[in-house]
């Protein structure tokens, strides 16, 4: 798809000029020839205002607004450093957040078992309606951040689901609970609007730790869910399980709204342009405008404005190969981890572990996050020419998972036969290990797709990344589906009943390795073929 297809702004041609007292200043002389130009420009010089033109594709070759590429002194890349990890932390409590809300739900089974006659398999439906729309909630949000600002799309996000959190806690009903797990899951915006914010404030060389550490904020609120909300339903009982994440959900909101700033270049620039317009309003600056003020908020609510935007995240999910790829990788890799770890409960329950403890033994998978997240960054630290190296070769960002990746197929492989218990002399400490072993493996498939798809498409990042969710939450939700069924059908009633549907999992595993090594070597056969990606890297590098 063509580049122009995705272009929210109609620049006008007037110049642009600057102060070098701190300020962009302009004043429209369409249709001029070029003495005229000239001639206002050295008038301007004069007055002590150098002249500071901006080169667009317009007939004239300027225009009088306020963008990225010529103005990044307004826009959240200028920001210390300090104020970026500040955000960052924050942020991190929105990722935990969505990513808890995901992931509580299980431990309320006991409860709607008792309280709504249901059975385990019956309550699953709310988490697969949860996770699949979570999919296209995740979809569905990222555009909006990026044609109308991150902060409150984002706000509005977490505000609906904090509401649905209240019903799923209040639910008179199980019809009720499932669509408090339906809106909630649709509402969630996920992590594609957070990297997103990534990709506001850092360039693809130095974005490195602010993604990892953002993506260890995701993958630790699947975690620290179970942990809780097991502790939670054995003392307090399971509508304290939903009102739990409640109460975190409004301690988040309240991060958000009072930490958070808006990161989105457009915004700070349409700010920017009226602040010079107001202290400038009888000089050139009063015809400054921002990016999109230059194309008005009712232009960009038209029907047609609107489908377009909405469809972007799918379009470069289906037409750009490098999307496509990372995101069926990583969304594979989450289903099979979610199907694998099913039968953590059941193999733990060998050893005479109650929900609580159980819960407690989920803290070998952050353990194995952290070693991954720490990898990930001292990688990056003690190789000083790695940033450089992986912008002469994007898919060198794949270095370290090969390396990495076998390790979610040795885990799940090494959970199989873990899960033959205490009777064939496996400690209780052994099933754990290989938790950790897929945490690990986890970790690296899922930083390593959504630092290159931040890279490759910048300002577009949300609908990039919003794929790779959008494939990890639908396949996870699917594979609810079927993966109780798998453990009640195959080797019943025989010490293999754990052991082969694991085992399964594992050797899928193994092949879902492959596709990291082709891309790892072949991936300029897929950066070529993804056309918009291609527009954007020469646009960043002045073509």
């Known amino acids: 798809m063509a580049r ?73 890349k200028c920001w210390t450093s300090q104020r970026k990890w500040m955000i960052l932390v924050a942020m991190w409590f929105v990722q935990v957040s969505q990513n808890y809300n995901a992931a509580v739900f299980p431990s309320m089974f006991p409860f709607i078992e008792e309280h709504f006659h249901k059975t385990s398999e019956q309550a699953n439906i709310g988490q697969m309606l949860f996770l699949v729309l979570y999919a296209f909630g995740c979809e569905l949000w990222a555009p909006f951040s990026e044609d109308f600002g991150r902060k409150w799309v984002l706000f509005s996000s977490l505000f609906l689901v904090f509401c649905w959190q209240i019903l799923l806690g209040a639910s008179p009903t199980f019809t009720a609970i499932l669509v408090a797990r339906a809106l909630g899951g649709l509402s969630s915006a996920g992590g594609s609007v957070t990297l997103g914010m990534v990709a506001d404030m850092y ?44 109460i975190l959900a409004g301690l988040t909101i309240l991060i958000h709204l009072f930490i958070v700033p808006e990161t989105r270049a457009e915004v700070l620039l349409d700010r920017k342009a009226k602040q010079i317009r107001v202290t400038d309003a009888e000089g050139p600056g009063k015809d400054i405008k921002g990016p999109w003020e230059a194309n008005p908020l009712k232009a960009r609510l038209q029907p047609r404005a609107v489908w377009k935007m909405l469809y972007r995240p799918y379009v470069l999910l289906i037409t750009e190969p490098i999307v496509l790829f990372n995101s069926l990788l990583s969304g594979f890799s989450d289903a099979l981890i979610f199907s694998g770890l099913e039968s953590f409960g059941y193999i733990m329950a060998k050893w005479n572990f109650n929900q609580a403890q159980v819960g407690y033994c989920f803290a070998s998978l952050m353990i194995g996050y952290i070693i991954g997240w720490a990898l990930w960054s001292l990688h990056y630290r003690l190789n000083p020419g790695r940033p450089a190296k992986n912008n002469n070769c994007p898919e060198e960002r794949l270095w370290l998972l090969c390396w990495i990746v076998p390790l979610e197929a040795a885990g799940l492989i090494g959970l199989a036969f873990c899960s033959l218990g205490p009777n064939y002399g496996v400690p209780w400490i052994a099933p754990l290990i290989c938790v950790g072993l897929v945490g690990i493996a986890n970790y690296g498939i899922y930083i390593a797709t959504i630092d290159y798809l931040i890279a490759a498409y910048g300002p577009y990042a949300a609908s990039a990344t919003g794929g790779n969710g959008f494939c990890r939450d639908l396949f996870a939700g699917l594979a609810a589906l079927y993966t109780k069924k798998a453990y009640t059908t195959i080797a019943v009633n025989t010490p293999y009943e754990l052991v082969w549907p694991t085992l399964i999992f594992g050797i899928i595993g193994v092949a879902l390795a492959v596709p990291v090594y082709v891309f790892y070597f072949k991936g300029e056969w897929f950066r070529v073929r993804s056309k918009y990606a291609m527009d954007l890297e020469a646009e960043r590098q002045g073509h």
């Not at 130009?37 to 205002?49: E, I, L, P």
């Not at 993506?215 to 097991?230: D, Q």
């Open 4 to 76: 122009d297809e995705f272009e929210l702004q109609d620049h006008g041609a007037p110049i642009v000029i600057g102060s070098d007292r701190g300020s962009s200043v302009a004043k429209d002389v369409v249709n001029v020839d070029q003495h005229e130009r000239h001639t206002s420009d050295s008038n301007k010089a004069v007055a002590g205002v150098s002249v500071d033109r901006i080169s667009n594709n317009e007939p004239d070759g300027f225009n009088n607004i306020l963008e990225e590429k010529t103005h990044p002194q307004y826009t959240a």
């Open 203 to 246: 360039e693809p060389e130095t974005q490195f730790q602010a993604v990892a550490f953002t993506c260890f904020g995701s993958v630790s609120g699947s975690v620290f869910a179970p942990i809780i909300s097991g502790i939670v339903a054995m003392t307090l009982g399971g509508r304290w399980v939903a009102y739990m994440s409640v």
